[in-house]
T-cell receptor
Framework: SQQGEEDPQALSIQEGENATMNCSYK?????LQWYRQNSGRGLVHLIL?????REKHSGRLRVTLDTSKKSSSLLITASRAADTASYFC???????????FGKGTRLHILP | EAQVTQNPRYLITVTGKKLTVTCSQN?????MSWYRQDPGLGLRQIYY???????DKGDVPEGYKVSRKEKRNFPLILESPSPNQTSLYFC??????????????FGPGTRLTVL
């Protein structure tokens, strides 16, 4: 059962532009996290937002959470070539200890 | 250095030949987990463990076993591998889920091919 679903599946933008990715989930959560994965490598944690938070910032990253719509967005501002990667959201349900990842958004930053 | 290590990194084997992928973390984390990653399917949780001797099924546990005899180690066992278990496997650990501190640390991955 896939909890998180990101969209779009793939996104190509010019360097310097902002990139927005969305994540939807199905059940209530304790928190939601975003991860980045460079091709075939391990995932790297980017940011965690708790269920009682609505927005969080970390450097060029901005995450929002709307628990009423069961959705989150990740905004990367002033994109760079190094931001080219896949981005995943992950949720942990507050009824069990599973962690469920979405299928990811592939982001490609064009020079 | 805080890290999660997996071995082997690459493995090619044949159907039915038992194998174990090791995972170890040096951060004294409570929670450890195994995932498989397949094209178009994202990461799917196989098994997870809340602490020593406590393991639970994730979303895709069929064909896998795990054990947690020590806090730092969480091996993944394939008793009789089949070609549909060809995948990229990741081990991860975190302090504990459901908290503000459950950032997961991932190992480098094990690419398994079952012929």
């Amino acid at each position: 059962s896939q909890q998180g679903e990101e969209d779009p599946q793939a996104l190509s933008i010019q360097e310097g532009e902002n990139a927005t990715m969305n994540c939807s989930y199905k059940t209530s959560i304790n928190n939601l996290q975003w991860y980045r994965q460079n091709s075939g490598r391990g995932l790297v944690h980017l940011i965690l937002i708790r269920s009682n938070e609505r927005e969080k910032h970390s450097g060029r990253l901005r995450v929002t959470l709307d628990t009423s719509k069961k959705s989150s967005s990740l905004l990367i501002t002033a994109s760079r070539a190094a931001d080219t990667a896949s981005y995943f959201c992950a949720t942990d349900g507050n009824r069990d200890d599973k962690i469920i990842f979405g299928k990811g958004t592939r982001l490609h930053i064009l020079p | 250095e805080a890290q999660v290590t997996q071995n082997p990194r690459y493995l090619i084997t044949v159907t039915g030949k038992k194998l174990t992928v090791t995972c170890s973390q040096n951060m004294n984390h409570e929670y450890m987990s195994w995932y498989r990653q397949d094209p178009g399917l994202g990461l799917r949780q196989i098994y997870y463990s809340m602490n020593v001797e406590v393991t639970d099924k994730g979303d895709v546990p069929e064909g896998y076993k795990v054990s947690r005899k020590e806090k730092r180690n969480f091996p993944l066992i394939l008793e009789s591998p089949s070609p549909n278990q060809t995948s990229l496997y990741f081990c991860a650990s975190s302090l504990f889920p459901g908290s503000s501190y459950n950032e997961q640390f991932f190992g480098p991955g094990t690419r398994l091919t079952v012929l």
